[in-house]
């Protein structure tokens, strides 16, 4: 049994109980995005299905997170070639001084 704080949020009309990310109000805030994205999907289609509205929604995010992880992780290489870059001045600085 987990001992982490939970809240109950309403995510598209449905009342859940979930796990606190940093307070109830960034967690509801989640929870408002998730509505927001399963209504724009739900706008857009000419017969209700609900479940595949949550798939939908499930996947956008998950989509939308491996894009930032992609980015993040290229910034990451990026500092890293930064930072040998700088590391190689400062030791060809330091040859100098000797």
């Known amino acids: 049994m987990s001992t982490d704080p939970t809240t109950r949020i309403d995510v598209n009309g449905t009342q859940i109980d979930v796990p606190v990310y940093v307070d109830q109000e960034t967690t509801q805030a989640i929870a408002d995005q998730v509505t927001a994205t399963i209504k724009t999907i739900e ?3 000419e017969r ?6 949550a798939l939908e929604a499930c996947m956008k995010f998950a989509v939308d997170l491996a894009a ?7 910034a990451q290489n990026e500092i ?4 040998a870059s700088v590391n190689s001045s400062v030791e060809s600085l330091l040859k100098l001084l000797e």
């Open 80 to 83: 890293g070639v930064q930072m």
């Open 48 to 53: 209700i299905d609900t479940q595949r509205f």
């Open 43 to 45: 706008d857009s289609s």
């Open 68 to 74: 930032e992880r992609e980015k993040a992780a290229h």
